[in-house]
């Protein structure tokens, strides 16, 4: 049983019909009787799922989905159930039965002792990286932010808001950001209640695509969202204008369909933004500088005082920034140390799945363990 087409595309359907062969058909040949649907609205004690952008409907998660006391043996892993902008089959309209598989997902270490990742979205085409010019600006957060979100196939786009504020500065900061340009990520500022001025992310908001917002709270993703809109859709606080810090008013994460023909998720702010340990620092925006450390003299050099190194040099001549490379460092270490953690983490999994597998189903094709 499959929705209008038409309908499902309406909301980031990626296949021009119902796919025949391969992963996605064999999933959705287990569950005949079910219907595929995307998570738009994840909440604390479930999802709402839509089959087409005017039809939404609350429902339940498979019961080995169902978060357990402490991380127990037999149990989904937190990374294998569904998040906002999955694709999943519900039965009746009101049970998920499986998880489609994921074309992307972005995701951060999640906070704890435990090692354990968190998804923030999946099958994302576009990361918006959202920022304030006002006590929010912070390139080096930004860098993070472009470190963690990097997933094949989606395209970064920093995004600075409040450009139209009185002490804003739109031109220092896209120079503080001329590191990250340089690399081929967009940077735009913009004021974000301005409908007109929003449309500055047309290219990257193209019918079919999924774009997400991040960013911290306040920073403007929900009046960029309302903005392109054109309607009063997402809550929008009213920030403390001296000390520049937002009420939370997104509690939870949300897939709403674009005029556009695109779709944009909202999330609220996340205050720590932890390494999975999987980024790739070349590919996460540093790319300048894994090219520079490739010309250093040791093959293991820190970058620190070391003869030959070009990393340094190029600090010395001017063409890189120090305050960038001293955040790359940090990063990169960051990186190693929850690389680690994942694969000693992977090491006592007696049979580790990829996060990017649907749930385990039984033979008989009904959903897994009960
Ligand atoms: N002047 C101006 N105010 C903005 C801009 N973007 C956001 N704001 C204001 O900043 C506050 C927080 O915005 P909000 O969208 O709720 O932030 P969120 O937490 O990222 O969703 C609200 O009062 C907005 O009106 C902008 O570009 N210009
Ligand atoms: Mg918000
Ligand atoms: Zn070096």
Known sequence: ?????????????PWVGRPTAGPWAEVMD??????????????RSGYVVANATDHAASV?????WQRPPGYRKGKVAPEDRAVVGDWVLVEDGRRIVALLPRRSAIKRGAAGE???????????????????????????????YLLLVQAEGVTPVVVLTKADRPGADPEAALAALAGVAAQGVPVLALNARDPEAARALDPWLQPGATAVLVGSSGAGKSTLTNSLLGI?????????????RGRHTTTYRALIALPS????????????????????????????????AAQCRFRDCRHAAEPGCAVRAAVEAGTLDPGRLANYLKLRDEVAIASDRLASRLAQK?????????????????????
């Open 261 to 292: 023909g695109a779709c944009l998720i909202d999330t609220p702010g996340m205050r720590e933004l932890k390494p999975t340990g999987e980024e790739e620092l070349a590919e996460g925006g540093f790319g300048e500088i894994e090219a520079l």
């Open 1 to 13: 049983m499959i929705p209008a087409i038409d309908a499902l595309r309406a909301i980031g359907w």
């Open 350 to 370: 007696p049979a580790p799945r990829p996060a990017a597998k649907p749930p385990a189903r039984r033979p008989d094709g009904k959903p897994g363990r009960r």
């Open 30 to 43: 287990a569950h005949p009787k079910a219907g595929p649907a995307r998570v738009i609205e994840q909440h």
């Open 232 to 244: 009063e859709r997402m809550k929008t606080a009213a920030v403390r204008e001296h000390d520049a």
């Open 60 to 64: 339940e998660s498979p019961p080995e």
């Open 114 to 144: 435990h090692y354990r990742q968190q998804l923030i979205a999946a099958n994302i085409d576009v990361v918006l990286v959202v920022c304030g010019l006002d006590g929010d600006f912070n390139p080096r957060r930004i860098e993070r």
